[in-house]
């Protein structure tokens, strides 16, 4: 699949070989925030131009998910939406899966877009611990954009697993 990319499209759709990708919203600006509609969660980028993204990324392509808990080695990448796209699995490609989604704006100011895209990049290849609750690809491209890393996936399994939540990470002694 193949991403025509124009840097000047801010309105309108981006287009693959295969179909639109862009659901005719705006065209991502650097150091937007980028959400990837996967099966039961949201995988999150930042946009640093040239039809690039910086994301986090399992090392491993065979991971669990018991690790997303647990804790698993993760890299960071820039690479194309194609790229960033073709780790979604069961989405055709002449559906939309990415929209620019700077949804925590309200609430934290962002940094200057050129200071997000050079924070992003220095970041590209260091390996980082992934858990779900306090380091995913969400917290990773919040605190690029904002200095302070939150994710609302992670809040949510929090509110829903409630004590429980608490209970196992005292018994396996993490994030405490």
Same mark, same amino acid.
């Given at each position: 699949m193949k991403v025509k990319v124009k840097e000047s499209a801010y309105k309108g759709d981006c287009q693959t070989a295969s179909g639109r990708i862009c659901c005719g919203g705006p065209f991502p600006?650097?150091? %937007?925030?980028?959400?990837?509609?996967?099966?039961?969660?949201q995988h999150w980028a930042i946009y640093v131009g040239g039809g690039k993204?910086?994301? /986090?990324?399992?090392?491993?392509?065979?991971?669990?998910?018991? %690790?997303? /808990? /647990?804790?698993?080695?993760?890299?960071?990448?820039?690479? +194309?939406?194609?790229?960033?796209?073709?780790?979604?699995?069961n989405v055709p490609t002449t559906e939309c899966y990415y929209r620019v989604n700077n949804k925590y704006d309200w609430r934290s100011r962002p940094f200057p877009p050129l200071?997000?895209?050079k924070a992003a990049r220095k970041e590209v290849g260091k390996k980082k611990t992934y858990n779900l609750m306090e380091n995913n690809?969400?917290?990773?491209? +919040?605190? /690029?954009?904002?200095?302070?890393?939150?994710?609302?996936?992670?809040?949510?399994?929090?509110?829903?697993?409630?004590?429980l939540w608490d209970s196992v990470n005292q018994a396996l002694g993490h994030w405490n």
């Open positions: 600006r650097e150091g %937007d925030l980028i959400e990837y509609s996967r099966p039961g969660y993204i910086v994301h /986090l990324m399992p090392l491993n392509a065979l991971y669990n998910p018991v %690790d997303w /808990l /647990l804790g698993y080695l993760s890299v960071v990448k820039e690479e +194309t939406f194609e790229a960033a796209a073709a780790f979604i699995p200071q997000i895209v690809c969400e917290h990773f491209v +919040t605190g /690029l954009r904002y200095g302070k890393g939150f994710s609302d996936q992670a809040a949510y399994v929090k509110e829903m697993a409630g004590g």
